[in-house]
């Protein structure tokens, strides 16, 4: 029989990003607030500290900060019919484990989306004609506008103190920021970072084919900074050490760094780790969500009810926990009926390499997460798509993360892969090659979807989520027509540039990390025969079930998708505290 806790008034599922704005919200808001983890505490204080931290075999190699694959993962196949096989060794993608998430060992690029890609399909048919969008393609408007999130997205650049440069400050253009973006109440917390010289090379190729180069947007802050919590970041030393670390020198924003610490001194929020929640709790009716049970570091079963529902885990885990809880109508690709698991999509992420000529030095071991130089004039939004033949575009970036011995020690094609031939090309590359990244856009179709495995279980033998997905010919296209634009950036500022064309039956390959930025399943939307959750991340046949993250893209653009993440976490909780509190039900 199970434990019995003591009923809150909310039950957080998982703490990442979300987690901590949600309980922050919640909890000043007067509300009793429990946080599940399953896994253990991190803190900087003690997970990120140096040397220990900057290790690149322990956590660049072995993924110390990543989900153990061995007790729990996934199943991924490319197409309905095939037989899925599980994700056993990290590659293209990056599961977080523990507190903080990935939002812990993110690089920390920080986009706005561009408010047309917030009405992606209305944009798209109102530009080309209503039979643009292709069959088999499922294009969907959010349910919220870009004027509706903008202060939520200002919110969130402040929590983080974002380093960058505004191009649109209150309608007025400014010279040096992103000429696409829209209109911003305030300009950034902080300076931009200083660029690396592959970053500043990257810009003058730019600059010189007529394109717009500006400074990326970046949670890695530029100087000692103070957000509105009153929690303190120092500034980046640009040691290198971003993705797949904690940051020792509490310069990226994670919740850790930017609001754990007020809420863990907070007497009505309470953080409970190695809490695996494995159902989500309703009534009979399956109405109204009771609370959640999860398996505690005994294995014990314990009842946490609540009042109130949220969501909080890595966008696939949220999508698994509502299947697992058969909540919702899981989505069926050939009846095309059912909203959960429908539209999972992800990100095209391809890149140029660019060799400079001998002499250049790079010095590329100095480097940030998330600085550098991106421009946005081939991204969805930003340029004419006749006669292409895809719908899409990418967000385009020069960003040195650091090169690091293991992982980032480019070498010229036809180069030797081992022994001192290599040895010979990696001295010769690593001083004059960098890379221009291409984050591209990936739509939702009807064969993309997540569901139950009905084979694989995880170490509590329940059923492991199933992926199925596969690149289609459109974003193998974007990612063609991308590439061949940055080419001609490359031989512009004297380097020769090496990449491949894709085939445009060109698979998905799981080996080969791309990004973590996996969307969709629970998708939000106007329409609950296309969506899982209504505009304020509230679950449409469970009015205090409510679900945040990624999983409720509708399609992904090219940008990183933290940044919305963030900012739709806190105008929903902001709608849950002014509407649902006073008066419980559905808010549209």
Request: glycine residues 10%; hydrophobic residues 35%.
């Amino acid at each position: 029989m199970a434990i019995q806790k003591e009923r809150v008034n909310v039950v957080l599922v998982g703490f990442g990003w979300t987690g901590a704005i949600f309980g922050e919200q919640l909890t000043a808001a007067g509300q009793t607030v429990v946080a599940l983890e399953r896994g253990h505490m991190q803190q900087t204080s003690t997970d990120a500290k140096f040397p220990q931290v900057a290790d690149e075999l322990n956590y660049g190699v072995r993924g110390k900060l990543f989900q153990p694959l061995a007790k729990d993962s996934l199943t991924i196949r490319h197409d309905v019919g095939h037989t899925a096989v599980p994700y056993r060794q990290y590659g293209s993608f990056l599961l977080g484990n523990s507190v903080g998430g990935a939002g812990l060992h993110w690089n920390g690029m920080f986009y706005r989306y561009l408010p047309n890609q917030l009405r992606l399909k209305s944009f798209y048919e109102e530009k080309y004609g209503k039979g643009i969008v292709p069959e088999g393609m499922y294009l969907q408007d959010y349910p919220v506008s870009y004027e509706e999130l903008e202060p939520y997205f200002a919110k969130f650049e402040e929590v983080c103190g974002v380093s960058g440069q505004a191009g649109n400050l209150k309608g007025v253009k400014l010279k040096g920021g992103n000429p696409f973006e829209g209109w911003r109440s305030t300009e950034f917390p902080n300076k931009p970072l200083i660029n690396s010289y592959a970053s500043e090379l990257f810009r003058k190729g730019c600059e010189e084919l007529g394109y717009s180069p500006y400074p990326a947007p970046a949670a890695n802050a530029s100087a000692p900074y103070t957000n509105q919590y009153g929690v303190r970041l120092g500034p980046c030393n640009y040691c290198g050490f971003c993705e797949k670390f904690a940051c020792y020198n509490y310069s990226k924003a994670s919740p850790q760094t930017t609001i754990l610490p007020v809420l863990l001194q907070r007497q009505n929020f309470e953080l409970r780790t190695n809490a695996n929640v494995v159902k989500i709790n309703t009534d009979s009716e399956k109405k109204i969500a009771t609370g959640v049970t999860y398996v505690d570091g005994q294995g014990r079963e314990v009842f946490q009810p609540a009042d109130i529902v949220i969501l909080n885990a890595f966008a696939i885990h949220n999508v698994r926990l509502l299947l697992l809880s058969k909540i919702g109508q899981p989505y069926d690709p050939v009846s095309q009926t059912g909203t959960l698991g429908r539209s999972y999509a992800y990100q095209r992420d391809v890149s140029i390499k660019v060799v400079m000529p001998a002499g250049t030095k790079l010095n590329t071991f100095i480097g940030t997460g998330a600085g550098g130089v991106a421009m946005d004039n081939f991204n969805e939004t930003t340029f004419d798509h006749s006669g292409l033949g895809f719908l899409g575009g990418a967000s385009i970036r020069t960003s040195i993360h650091g090169g690091r011995p293991i992982q980032q020690t480019p070498t010229e094609a036809g180069s030797a892969k081992w022994g001192s031939g290599w040895k010979k090309a990696t001295q010769e590359g690593y001083q004059r090659i960098f890379s221009i990244g291409i984050s591209g856009s990936v739509m939702s179709y009807r064969n993309a979807y997540l569901d139950l495995d009905p084979t694989y279980t995880d170490n509590l033998g329940l059923p492991l989520l199933r992926m199925t997905f596969n690149w289609h010919a459109n974003e193998n296209k974007v990612a063609n027509y991308l590439m061949n634009k940055m080419a001609f950036v490359g031989r512009a500022l004297g380097g020769k540039v090496e990449y491949e064309d894709f085939a445009l039956d060109a698979p998905y390959d799981t080996r080969k990390y791309q990004s973590t930025h996996n969307t969709g399943g629970a998708i939000m939307g106007d329409d609950p025969s296309t969506s899982v959750v209504n505009k304020y991340l509230q679950h449409w046949d469970v009015h205090n079930l409510f679900v945040s993250g990624a999983s409720a893209f509708p399609q992904n653009v090219g940008y990183n998708p933290t940044a919305l993440v963030g900012a739709l976490a806190y105008f929903s909780v902001s709608n849950i505290v002014e509407k649902y509190l006073p008066k419980p039900g559905m808010m549209v």
